[in-house]
């Protein structure tokens, strides 16, 4: 059984193929929260800190168990995590709770 339906004007049409978000404002929230990640307002270290923290960084394996400190913003951030994956590209720590950039920790060291 058909039904008489107005035609649709081509824009009206158009319209049911245009790409759409299902969750408004995820994208631009997602990005804040990337760019937050890996940008901070840490305070400046003394040369032999920044070696230090280097240092830790080329020893670590995926698996070890550290203690970290690190900066969101101008949040002072101190937790014991696991360490999933390092990518050097990136400059990041993937732990097992979330990541941290490299330019953003302030003191890190391996816990036995």
């Known amino acids: 059984m058909a039904v008489d339906r107005p035609k649709m004007t081509r824009e009206e049409r158009a319209k049911q193929f245009l790409p759409f978000s299902a969750v ?18 840490k305070p400046m270290l003394a040369p032999d800190m920044e070696s230090e923290i280097d240092k830790v ?8 168990r550290i ?3 690190y900066y ?6 101190i937790e014991t995590n696991v360490v999933k994956a390092i990518s050097s590209e ?23």
């Not at 960084?57 to 070890?64: F, S, V």
């Not at 990136?90 to 036995?112: N, T």
């Open 24 to 41: 408004r404002g995820l994208e631009e929230a997602l990005e804040k929260k990337r760019a937050a990640l890996f940008h901070s307002e």
């Open 67 to 69: 203690k970290v400190v």
């Open 72 to 77: 969101i913003g101008d949040e002072e951030i």
């Open 57 to 64: 960084l080329r020893t670590l394996k995926k698996g070890d």
């Open 90 to 112: 990136k400059r990041a720590l993937a732990l097992d709770k979330g990541s941290v950039g490299f330019d953003s920790i302030i003191s890190i060291s391996v816990e036995e």
